[in-house]
């Protein structure tokens, strides 16, 4: 009988060094919307600060965060090259 053909050859890691140097960069762009949403405090609570509602924190960091996200989801997912 013929042995069953496994893809990962060698038994060792699911993931290769090309997943985790993506995962790299996804953990650098979900940092990047982290520290677009910082800020806009004030220290004294009787003063309002408008500037917490700034397009920067509202709407471009949430949105640099999902792709962060969806960009870790596909490093992780994505298979290996196939080997020659």
Known sequence: MAKKQTDNKEGGFALRKENYR?????????????ILMVGGGSDDPNVFNPDIF?????????VILLIGF?????AIMKPPKAEK
């Open 54 to 62: 700034s397009f920067r924190r509202i709407t471009l960091a949430p």
């Open 22 to 34: 993506l995962m790299a960069i996804g953990f650098a762009i979900i940092v990047l919307g982290f």
């Open 70 to 74: 969806v960009f870790e989801i596909y």
